[in-house]
């Protein structure tokens, strides 16, 4: 359950970034958490508000935007959709790889008042 | 409950306890919600003033692009520069509970203990089991009682790292909570990351459990010596696991009957020497 780690994480830049500009809540924030992050969303939700209760948070609205997994093949360089991590170079079979997007894990953006 | 500032919730207590042959010494870190916090709070109090009646509408858009676990991140480097400074070689251990990491580390220490300096952090949610099989090794060791924490983080590593301050030039063996899911997203500071699997896990768990394997550099698969009893195929395991990690090194051995533990202690000596 590092869910639990990734929303206070998140309480706790929010709350500093409240802070640092003299604010006094979160209206909106938006996250980027990708398809190969490692995090479930399911289980991220089921902790939101719990853990953002009587923060800043408690009555921000939530966004999440999900990227999709996409790879480079590290020996012929085509590009391609990686589902599973583990998933090999459709063109050449490669396992080598380099992922360019789906890792991530990201506060984009806060509205705050 | 914290004797330090009166904090009495219970949720995700970490807890850092010095194991000694003889001493025990206690020494807190505690939470609410995860990872040690740093006395800081700021429960904005000011929150009770009904801020609707000041009717002001300063609403401001910030642009953050900032990783969710750069705090993390952030004293993982800083672990990573006191590591780099003294010396030191860390290995964060990883692997479901119960494929001996702890057996690996005891065997491992016992036969190397007279050429090599080791510390040991020992992470685990309750009790100081695995320390104290390490202390009585007579190596500085510390456990780490995450609570209901499932892994490590850099912070509770720092915290441990200035109660233990190992020696220049010595190996620091971070045995991560057994759990191969939450570990992976947390990095430490450590040099390498080694991943253990039992043979008696099957052979699938890298595919299972990709991220796990995808982060690490090494991969040392256990209990060897129950080869013959079970039905398992060493290959299968290591092309599912270079399926997830191409460049992943693999060691096969015995922490029970100490096969093919040479080649991983020349792993070790070689690192250190880097």
Known sequence: ?113 | MCVTCGCSSDENEVKIIKVDAKIVQHSHLHNHGNGPHEHNHSHDHDHEHHHHNHNHNHIKEIDLEKNILHKNDLLAERNKGYFEAKNIFAINLVSSPGSGKTSLLERTIADLKNEISFTVIEGDQQTTNDADRIAALEVPVIQINTGKGCHLDSEMISKAVKQLSPKDGSLMMIENVGNLVCPAMFDLGENIRVVIISITEGEDKPIKYPDMFYGSQICVINKIDLLPYLKFDMEKLKDYAKKVNPNLIFFEVSAYTGEGMESWYNFLRKSLKK
């Open chain 1, 1 to 113: 359950m590092h869910e639990l780690s990734i929303a206070t994480s998140i309480v706790k830049t929010a709350e500093k970034e409240v802070q640092d500009n003299g604010g006094e809540q979160v209206l909106e924030i938006f996250l980027e958490i990708g398809k190969l992050s490692g995090v479930e969303l399911q289980s991220l939700y089921f902790i939101w508000e719990l853990c953002t209760n009587e923060t800043v948070l408690h009555y921000s609205k939530l966004t999440i935007t999900e990227p999709e997994g996409i790879a480079q093949c590290a020996e012929c360089e085509t590009e391609f959709a990686l589902e599973k991590i583990y998933d090999s170079c459709p063109k050449c079979n490669s396992p080598f790889k380099n992922i360019i997007s789906g890792k991530e894990l990201k506060i984009k953006k806060l509205i705050i008042n």
